[in-house]
């Protein structure tokens, strides 16, 4: 099953391996995409479906360095080389927008950005700022409603240039902490206004976001992530996590979206998402649905074969081999990753994975 064509909306799949999303932090000029990345996406559009690196649609959602971002005209010729050399190969690739929120250092924005969430709250850890190290986040401006409405706005102006760039569709990232799960994540959002207090509030932006995205580009070509129960950037479970996600995706499921795409980290050593709760988001949602998290081809097969999903994403594996596909059809062995050019510049660790002979 897991070579099987699919039909995602209107996107026929070749296959149903997902490319993962996957920060390399290779966008050097002006958070825009290049030559090099190209390449990177080209090598592995063997892919069913390509999910690009989280891509802010904001100025102020450029949080971490070299993060592609795609808000202005450069960054939508630049992105017009990757999705060209996909299409060239045959592969199909959606853009993730992805606003870091408090994940940020002010060092990594641009002019006039600044570091925003639901609420004062710092987030906990570091981030990387290029000729200065790790330094602690910096303390983010909490959002009034005319900056929420002004965000709402840019995530729909995103979504435009993705298909003037040339993207099957969009992902709207509502995973790992960042801008759209600390709006829905208790722990982080302290808001006791209508987008927080309650379930309801802290779903509205993600809606809001969605709806907009819808609006501008229709519902066959805006998927979305979700990671209840993740712990990435200080989320964490809270109480009435299970009702609020699965209200969160019916209301979802109302609006036809390309997919749902849920991530579980606990192969990472992480709690993992209740299988009772994937069964039910599963149900909850009329359409497509991708897992996410620590697949091998045994475990994928077997997961489409239960009906747990439609789709596998396959994340790290895909970083060491452009030609995973094809490898894991095989059953040929893996190249494995070097962790320490993950997120450096250049074609070293990115672009130079062999392909397996034959």
């Known amino acids: 099953m897991l070579f099987d064509h699919f039909p ?20 050097v000029d002006n958070n825009t995409p290049n030559s090099l990345m190209a390449t990177d996406y080209a090598q592995r559009a063997e892919a069913g479906l390509i999910i690009t690196e989280g891509t802010s649609p904001s100025p102020n959602g450029l949080g971490y360095p070299r993060i592609p971002g795609l808000f202005n005209d450069a960054q939508v010729a630049g992105w017009r080389l990757v999705t060209d050399a996909v299409h060239a190969k045959g592969g199909k690739i959606v853009v993730q927008l992805m606003h870091t929120g408090r994940v940020s250092h002010e060092g990594n924005l641009p002019p006039g950005g600044k570091v925003v969430g639901p609420s004062s709250d710092i987030c ?5 700022v290029d000729g200065k190290g790790e330094l602690p986040h910096t303390a983010p401006h909490p959002m ?7 965000t709402v706005a840019e995530y729909a102006t995103a979504a435009r240039l993705a298909i003037e760039a040339g993207f099957d569709g969009v992902e709207l990232h509502a995973a790992n902490g960042y801008l759209l799960e600390q709006f829905l994540n208790a722990n982080i959002n302290k808001r006791t206004d209508g987008y927080g207090g309650s379930a309801e509030g802290r779903n509205r932006l993600v809606l809001e976001v969605a709806r907009a995205a819808v609006k501008e580009i229709g519902a ?96 790290r594996p895909f970083i060491a081999n452009p030609d995973l596909v094809a ?20 074609a070293q660790g990115y672009t130079d994975y062999p392909v397996a002979a034959g």
Request: no cysteine; charged share 20%.
């Open 144 to 150: 009034t409603e005319a900056e929420i409405a002004a």
């Open 8 to 27: 995602l909306r209107s996107v026929e799949l070749a296959n149903r391996v997902v490319m993962s999303p996957l920060t390399r932090s290779r966008a």
């Open 220 to 315: 066959a070509r805006v998927g979305i992530r979700l990671s209840p129960h993740g712990v990435v950037n200080a989320a964490g479970a809270f109480d009435g996590v299970d009702a609020q996600y699965l209200a969160l995706v019916k209301e979802l499921s109302s609006l036809g979206l390309m997919y749902v795409h849920v991530l579980d980290h606990s192969a990472m050593g992480t709690p993992p998402v209740p299988a009772a709760l994937k069964a039910e988001l599963r149900a909850a949602f009329n359409g497509p649905f991708i897992l996410a998290g620590g697949f091998d081809k045994h475990s994928a097969e077997q997961a489409l074969a239960d009906g747990k999903a439609d789709l596998i994403a396959f994340g």
């Open 124 to 128: 906990p850890g570091a981030m990387y």
């Open 327 to 346: 490898r894991l059809r095989a059953d040929q062995p893996l190249n494995s990753p070097d962790q320490a050019t993950f997120y450096t510049p250049g």
